[in-house]
Every structure is written in C-alpha cells, then in structure tokens.
C-alpha cells in the first residue's frame, strides 16, 4: 500500500474532469486525475467526436448537391476513407495523444479505478490518495440497456459500438429517437443502410420544439429511413445472424444490428458514495456550486449530476466547481433547460433556453415567432432549397428572448448568438441595433425580429 496527498484529486478524465483539472492546476494547485479507461472519456473516444467524423461527410456531399455546378462534381461516400478518418479523430482507441495535454499542466494521472473511502480519501488499487481541499467526481454515464426480453442477449450495438464498426450494416433498427439515435440513423443511411428508428413518443427528438422532430423525419422519409413513432419494443430476438423485433402495435422488424440508444446510466454505483450516504448508481445531487449536500468537499460535474448531459456544460460546470475550490464567489446560472444543444443530423437542430411548451410550463407569458431558416439572402447560398425554420420564445413581459431553435443545413453556428442573448438576457430594444451583415444567413435575427414587431 502506498499513499500520496494533493490538493485536488479528480476522478474522471473525460472533458469536465480534464477542464476542472486543468484550471486547479493553473491556478497552483498539486491536482491528481483518475482514470480507469481512456483519458479523454466518452466525448472524444465514442461520443462527440467520432460522431462527427462519421457524419460530416454525408452531410457536406447533401450540400454539395444542393449547389449547382458543384452538385455535376458529386459522387458518393468512400465509406472506408470515412472509417479511416474517424481512426485518425479518435486516435485508434489510444489515449497517447491525450496524456501529454496533462503533463503540460502538472497534473498526476493515476489509472485505475477511483473509490471514495472516506473524506477527501480516494482508493486506486493499492494507493491511497488523499486531497487536502476537494475531491471532484466526474465518472461520466453510459449507455441504459432497457429490461426488453432478449435485447442484451440479441448483444445490442450501443453508441460505442455504433461509432467504432469497421463494417456497414445493410439494415439496422434503431431504438430510440433522441440524439444519438438520429444522428447514428443519418450516419448509417449515408453509408447505404437501411435503417428503422423505433421511437416510443410522438416524434423524434421530443424534447425539442415539435417542428424540428418533424422535419427531421421529413428529411428521414426522403432518406430512406424509415421512423416508427409512438411505438414500443416488446421482445428482441437474434438467429443465424439476424435481429427481430417485436413491436407492441403487433408488427416486428428485423435487421442485421440493432443499436440501442434510449438514455444514458450515471456510473456512479461504485464510487463509495453508499458510506456518504448518497444513493449509488442514480444522478448525484448537487448545488449550484456543484457540491453535494452536507459535503463541501464533494463536488460532482458533468453527466454524473444529470443536470445537462452535454460536454460543453460538463466543461462549464469543471470551471465552475474549480473556482469555487479556488475561494471565487461563483455558481451555475446557465444549466438544465438553459443549456445549448445541437443534433447534427440533416437538417441540423440547434437549440438554447426554453421550448414554447416548456416556457409557458414555466410560468412565462411566452410568445414564439418563426420565420424560414433559408428566408434570406444568406440563405440562397447555403442550403438552397432545404428546409428549415428559425424559433425565438419571447418572455412578452421582459421583451428578452428566453428560448431558440433553429433548424437547416449548419445551423450550428448560428447558435452562439443566440446563447447570448438568451443567457444575457438581452433586451430586444437592444438586438434591433445588432445589425447583421449582408448578405449572410445571420439575417434571420433580422426577420426574427421584424416578425416580432419591431
């Protein structure tokens, strides 16, 4: 047995762990990471960024297409150059190019398997690691296998399977409509499958604005795929190499994988939290400072919290956690329904802040406008033709936007503005001075604007 002490110890190496590291350690602090698997974590090795990889290609020839001139030069997708690039993004499954991004910063890594034992007390192994200020959770999730009848013994794809395959399917079922299963429906469907995505709601991407899941299965049906909403799965089964699944309306569908993508489970059902009196293997609750209640030298951040299972506000919540180890006066304010989220499929789905639904649930006197996405000068050059809606919430008594969704080919950019004057609450006084340039696309907060009244 060994031991050693720090000042921080940070179990979890994936972005928000690596971000509230590395700012301790900037700031001075003798921080030690934990990790059991792959520096980096989930995000860069089977989440974000080989999703990306797989998607963009399919999504640029779309554009492409929709171009004339350029649309004469298109051919298809070289799938194999496709895998290849998303082996070069995720490095092979090596995280060789990740650790010197710590050794830069000073920061310990211990690898192995962290174990609260005590206050500010960490097991790994045979090591015993103490932190003098703060302990930091950051152990992530993974994906939620439902108890359906024969689906783990029909050995589902999850998401990490589905973003690391060397071959393509010709059919795939998808379970679930959120993110990861329409973005891993548009991936497989540019690479020639012929995908089923079973939904148990009224329409993909349910938590979103109901024109943008609408779309997207417009866009779907236009693709090939083939959206079975408001649909259960009853019973899975695999033979001689193929899936069936039976669905609650009496119908089944097969195919050659199935790829589960229905919620992500908190990895915290061996951390230790047991003996802290926390209950293991649910979302830890924390404060707006990111500690545990009656612990203030817990802090927990990104997915494990389950307030925004988004990288990005992992990564805000790291810094958030670090400064207030630090001795800032710092807390939350953009989290939950105020976090910024893009679906990458095509036509993109960006959003901010509240749902017209949502906001009215709130308690808001809300008003949503709309206007086409492509209704613009900006919008004749990129993404001709393509469908797509823009969505400011106004709050009518605070005359601030509170929510937005914009839907269309790279929408994704557009978003930051909007998180901008959602977060900053801008009045709309002021955003009509906020001249955009002609022509480009960002003329829709222009006729966002206009709509409104102004």
């Not at 206050?119 to 302990?135: F, I, N, P």
């Not at 991936?187 to 024109?211: C, D, W």
Request: with cysteine; charged share 25%; hydrophobic share 45%.
């Amino acid at each position: 047995m060994s031991e050693r002490s720090f000042d921080v110890v940070v179990i979890g190496a994936g972005p928000a762990g690596e971000v509230c590291a590395g700012r301790l350690s900037d700031a001075g602090l003798e921080v030690a990471i934990v990790e059991e698997h792959l520096v980096g974590g989930e995000c860069s090795f089977y989440g974000c960024m080989p999703s990306k990889a797989l998607l963009r290609p399919g999504q640029v020839l779309a554009e492409a297409r929709r171009i004339p001139g350029a649309a004469e030069a298109v051919n298809g997708l070289d799938v194999p150059a496709v895998f290849a690039r998303r082996d070069e993004v995720i490095n092979h499954l090596h995280d060789d190019n990740q650790t010197p991004w710590l050794d830069a910063h000073g920061i310990a890594l211990v690898r192995g398997h962290g174990r609260i034992t005590g206050e500010r007390t960490v097991q790994v192994g045979d090591e015993t690691l103490t932190a003098r200020r703060a302990v930091v959770t950051a152990t992530g999730t993974e994906a939620a296998v439902p108890p359906i009848p024969g689906l783990r013994e029909a050995r589902p794809w999850t998401n990490r399977h589905a973003v690391t395959a060397e071959e393509v399917p010709p059919t795939l079922v998808v379970l679930g409509g959120g993110t990861v299963g329409v973005e891993m429906a548009s991936a497989y469907a540019s690479f020639g499958s012929r995908v089923t995505v079973i939904e148990a709601g009224p329409r993909v991407l349910a938590r979103e604005e109901p024109f943008a899941g609408d779309e997207v299965c417009a866009a779907f049906a236009d693709a090939g795929i083939e959206v079975r909403a408001d649909t259960r799965a009853t019973a899975v089964s695999r033979a001689n190499g193929r899936v069936t699944v039976e669905l609650d309306d009496g119908s089944s569908v097969s195919g050659d994988e199935i790829l589960v993508a229905v919620g992500r489970r908190t990895l915290s059902a061996d951390l230790g939290l047991d003996d802290l009196g926390v209950e293991p293997g649910r979302p830890i609750e924390v404060d707006d400072a990111l500690r545990v209640p009656g612990h203030d030298w817990l802090y927990v951040i990104g997915d494990a919290n389950g307030r925004a299972l988004l990288t990005h506000m992992g990564k805000y919540q790291g810094r958030i956690a670090a400064d207030r180890i630090l001795g800032r006066e710092v807390a939350l304010r953009s989290d939950g329904a105020l976090s910024p989220r893009v679906t990458f499929t095509d036509p993109q789905v960006a959003a901010v802040g509240h749902t017209l639904a949502s906001a009215q649930e709130a308690g808001i006197d809300a008003r949503a406008v709309d206007v086409p996405t492509g209704g613009n000068a900006g919008g004749s050059f990129v993404g001709p033709g393509a469908p797509g809606t823009a969505r400011i919430v106004v709050d009518e008594d605070r005359r601030i936007i509170v929510g937005a969704t914009f839907t269309g080919p790279e929408v994704a950019e557009a978003l930051h503005a909007a998180t901008i004057a959602v977060i900053g609450e801008v009045p709309l006084d002021d955003l009509w001075h906020a001249v955009p340039c002609f022509p480009t696309r960002s003329e829709l907060w222009l006729k966002l604007l206009e709509a409104y009244g102004m």
